[in-house]
């Protein structure tokens, strides 16, 4: 009996190695998908720092809104990657055209400060929504590996069993040694040790990834809690 990988997989029923294939193809798309999104999260991540000290000092200094929102489209490319900048940047834009708007029609008051954070906030949370969505593009697959590939290991453990009492019953081939009956043992446990492998990998990187989002999102929200207090502290020009 040959207990290598090979050999395993030649002594295998039709059932395991089905269940083999198959976690093997989840295996490498859920691979896939974590290479992607660790690209996608870091160059996120790097992009949102570099926005963030960039927009601090236009955002905190008074009258300095609408510059703001010319170097963020300026810079729209630098920044491309960074789901904050797209945020604010479409906060910001929706303060200049809302500020064009009021200040058409009302004096400058504070009714009208309120009247447009209003509507930049309302702006920036649908923006944000779209953004939080396109965080998670793919998250769900690992959720769904995760949870799922234990139970195809486990499938492919029962057949594994099955085969084992098969050669045990059959005189013809040996029945009742305890080597007839080693290599079915041996497929069940292949089955189970691959399915919790990918299980395993699958969940901390769901986990990993999660947890970025969470950090994104405070940084959304922060920034956007900013903003909204600097239109609230000027006129619109």
Same mark, same amino acid.
């Given at each position: 009996?040959?207990?290598?990988?090979?050999?395993?997989?030649?002594?295998?029923?039709?059932?395991?190695?089905?269940?083999?294939?198959?976690?093997?193809?989840?295996?490498?798309?859920?691979?896939?998908?974590?290479?992607?999104?660790?690209?996608?999260?870091?160059?996120?991540?790097?992009?949102?720092?570099?926005?963030?000290?960039?927009?601090? &000092?236009?955002?905190?200094?008074?009258?300095?809104?609408?510059?703001?929102?010319?170097?963020?489209?300026?810079?729209?490319?630098?920044?491309?990657?960074?789901?904050?900048?797209?945020?604010?940047?479409?906060?910001?834009?929706?303060?200049?055209?809302?500020?064009?708007?009021?200040?058409?029609?009302?004096?400058?008051?504070?009714?009208? %400060?309120?009247?447009?954070?209003?509507?930049?906030?309302?702006?920036?949370?649908?923006?944000?929504? %779209?953004?939080?969505?396109?965080?998670?593009?793919?998250? &769900?697959?690992?959720?769904?590996?995760?949870?799922?590939? &234990?139970?195809?290991?486990?499938?492919?453990?029962?057949?594994?069993?099955? +085969?084992?009492?098969?050669?045990?019953?059959?005189?013809?081939?040996?029945?009742?040694?305890?080597? +007839?009956?080693?290599?079915?043992?041996?497929?069940?446990?292949?089955?189970?040790?691959?399915?919790?492998?990918?299980?395993? +990998?699958?969940?901390?990187?769901?986990?990993?990834?999660?947890?970025?989002?969470?950090?994104?999102?405070?940084?959304?929200?922060?920034?956007?809690?900013?903003?909204?207090?600097?239109?609230?502290?000027?006129? &619109?020009?």
């Amino acid at each position: 009996m040959d207990f290598t990988l090979v050999g395993l997989w030649h002594e295998m029923g039709p059932i395991a190695r089905v269940v083999v294939v198959i976690l093997v193809l989840m295996s490498m798309y859920s691979l896939g998908v974590t290479v992607e999104r660790l690209l996608t999260f870091g160059k996120a991540r790097r992009q949102t720092v570099d926005y963030v000290s960039f927009l601090a &000092p236009l955002v905190g200094a008074s009258g300095r809104l609408r510059e703001a929102l010319g170097e963020t489209e300026r810079q729209s490319a630098k920044f491309a990657g960074s789901p904050v900048a797209r945020v604010i940047g479409a906060g910001l834009k929706e303060y200049a055209r809302a500020a064009d708007v009021e200040l058409r029609r009302l004096p400058a008051s504070q009714e009208r %400060r309120f009247d447009i954070a209003d509507a930049v906030g309302r702006t920036m949370e649908r923006v944000k929504e %779209r953004e939080l969505a396109n965080l998670r593009r793919g998250l &769900p697959v690992l959720a769904t590996v995760s949870s799922s590939a &234990p139970f195809v290991g486990l499938f492919g453990t029962v057949g594994g069993i099955i +085969t084992a009492f098969q050669k045990l019953a059959d005189p013809a081939k040996g029945g009742g040694g305890i080597g +007839t009956v080693s290599a079915g043992i041996a497929e069940a446990l292949v089955t189970t040790a691959v399915g919790l492998a990918v299980a395993i +990998t699958a969940v901390w990187f769901y986990n990993y990834f999660i947890a970025r989002v969470d950090d994104l999102t405070i940084d959304i929200d922060e920034t956007s809690s900013e903003l909204t207090d600097s239109i609230l502290r000027e006129d &619109p020009p």
